[in-house]
């Protein structure tokens, strides 16, 4: 059975003042979204399955269904804020969804093959899509999985701080702790750090970090469910908490559920964050078309 592509789309993107998972960069209008489908396809995907909010499934389907129809199976998960299905009957109030590894919990019951799961928002390169549909035709297992790993100082943005999965990885390339740091920038002198409660930390600009390009089996909805219930409890207070997928990556490296390969890409990724990182992805897309990377137009 081909792997899946899980998509996380269903965020409000406030940072960036609109729906940028379906705004245009390529020459033909194309989304970031569909690099990546297009990228999938080559690379032996079988089919994609969009996460996003209830109230998008419209515009996802006017802008997605015309081109891909014939050439990759498409299908929705909606992401809300029900937290019933996972047996929690307390009324939560939140401005916003539960984080990543919950809207990777939505897609439980849709998705029975292995899977990646990448943002909506970030262009990855067809090396690191091809890596992960070898990864999960060949070794992935209930015990085994993958992320794809970025050298953090190809991976910021010039306008402001970003979320980064930072990796620790040990001589025999596994990870063996993923940190999420949500304000990580380039200082003034090019090198990199983040800020959190205690100050402000440096970072080596090799560091390896994931850029939310995960691959998995079903399993990890079963490993993750009780995991999510429990965050819930301790955060019910705090509207601004997230159940991001390195936390589930992290309990189950250390409690010894599962293994996380690191696969390496030399690629440089780009993505919007802000209003300003728009015109530097339309270029950086220009230039692979102009390069033969990309047709002008994906879906001809």
């Known amino acids: 059975m081909k792997p899946t592509l899980l998509i996380l789309a269903a965020g409000m993107a406030s940072r960036y003042g609109s729906m940028k998972q379906v705004d245009g960069f390529g020459p033909n209008g194309e989304t970031i979204i569909d ?4 990228d999938a396809i080559k690379a032996g995907f ?8 209830e109230e998008f499934a ?3 389907k006017a802008i997605f269904e015309p081109k891909l129809k014939g050439r990759i199976e498409t299908d929705y998960v909606f992401q809300s804020f029900d937290l019933e299905p996972f047996g929690i ?11 990543t590894a ?15 799961v990448i943002n909506a928002d970030d262009f990855y390169g067809f090396d690191a899509f091809d890596k992960m549909a070898k990864f999960l035709n060949t070794e992935v297992a209930d015990d085994q999985y993958a992320i794809i790993g970025y050298q953090i100082d190809k991976t910021l943005s010039d306008y402001g701080t970003v979320s980064r999965g930072v990796c620790a990885v040990d001589a025999n390339g596994n990870m063996t702790e993923v940190t999420e740091r949500t304000e990580v920038y380039f200082k003034e002198d090019g090198t990199v750090a983040y800020k959190d409660a205690t100050g402000e930390h440096g970072l080596p600009n ?3 970090v994931s850029m939310n390009f995960w691959g998995f089996t079903p399993a990890v909805f079963k490993q993750s469910q009780d995991l999510f219930k429990k965050f819930v409890e301790e955060n019910k207070t705090n509207p601004k908490s997230e159940f991001f997928i ?24 780009f993505g919007v964050t802000y209003k300003e990182d728009k015109p530097i992805v339309q270029n950086s897309i220009s230039e692979l078309v102009a390069n033969g990377t990309y047709p002008s137009n994906l879906w001809e």
């Open 89 to 99: 009957t307390e009324k939560i109030e939140r401005a916003k969804p539960w984080g």
């Open 206 to 208: 090799d560091t390896r």
């Open 102 to 116: 919950h809207a990777v919990l939505a897609a439980r019951n849709q998705v029975n093959e292995p899977f990646c």
């Open 35 to 38: 690099y990546s489908i297009y």
């Open 246 to 269: 390195p936390l589930v990556a992290d309990n189950l490296i250390k409690n010894g559920t599962a293994a996380f390969k690191v696969i390496p890409t030399a690629n440089k990724w």
């Open 46 to 53: 079988g089919k994609v399955s969009f996460i996003i909010r």
């Open 58 to 60: 419209e515009p996802f």
